[in-house]
């Protein structure tokens, strides 16, 4: 851009008593437009292989979650300043990828009983993936174990996780979640959690959440939540 901003300094100077341009040479029309060319090429050149990478990472997060990794982080090095959904779900692939590795530890400890481990755990993965609905389902269910044994101290925070989780189920979010999460059982789940966790700190609140959650289906016919209903 510098060297076709020069020639048209070389070809178009002004001067303070005139501003008065001489006729372009053919010369200088060549060069503009080979360097229009030039411009255009490249750009097409760039789009072609943004689509490519994003067709690749979208294919291979069913045949080879390693190379749709390796795919991802290509596409973010390159088009990581675009603000689209595309870089989005890049970015989101490639943190739940690289954290694959702890939340099935954290899976593990739940399986386990090891609720100090789960919220230790968990709590790394939802710093940078905050819409893990798996690992907030581990972490509000091992936190109510442990405020329930005595730690009181936790309920705040899991009432927190609880109603990020249902924020991200609203009706209005259904499309961005994970093909394998029905999002009315799962509402019905998280307002369980909800109604357990505020039963003695705020009890009509809590029995708002397991109205709700006896709507869902995973609630619908489940005697404890009417329990609670009186």
């Known amino acids: 851009m510098d060297q076709f901003l020069g020639l048209l ?29 030039s411009v255009t090429f490249a750009q097409t050149q760039t ?28 596409y973010l090095k390159q088009f990581g300043s675009d603000k689209d959904s595309r870089v989005e779900s ?29 919220l230790t755990l968990g709590r790394q993965i939802i710093s940078k993936d905050s819409e893990n609905l798996t690992v907030l389902f581990h972490v509000v269910g091992s936190g109510y174990q442990l405020i329930e ?16 989780a249902l924020k991200f189920l609203e009706p209005a979010n259904e499309r961005n979640l994970p093909g394998n999460v029905k999002a009315e059982e799962a509402r019905g789940i998280f307002n369980y959690k909800l109604g357990l966790l505020l039963h003695s700190a705020s009890p009509v609140e809590a029995v708002a959440a397991f109205r709700l959650a006896a709507l869902s289906p995973a609630y619908r ?9 009186g």
């Open 149 to 164: 044994a005595g730690d009181k101290s936790l309920t705040p925070e899991m009432v927190d996780y609880a109603r990020r």
């Open 221 to 229: 016919n489940t005697r404890d939540v009417y329990l609670y209903l």
């Open 47 to 74: 789009r072609a292989n943004k689509e490519k990478l994003y067709d690749a990472f979208v294919l291979f997060q069913l045949i080879d979650p390693n190379k749709a990794y390796q795919y991802a982080n290509e």
């Open 9 to 37: 300094d070389q070809q178009f100077p002004c001067t303070p008593k005139s501003s008065a341009m001489r006729k372009p040479s053919p010369f200088l029309i060549v060069a503009i437009v080979v360097f229009l060319f």
């Open 90 to 118: 890049a970015r989101m692939f490639v943190i739940r990828h690289e954290y694959a590795p702890m939340q099935v530890e954290l899976q593990k400890a739940s399986a386990a009983g090891d609720h100090a481990k789960v």
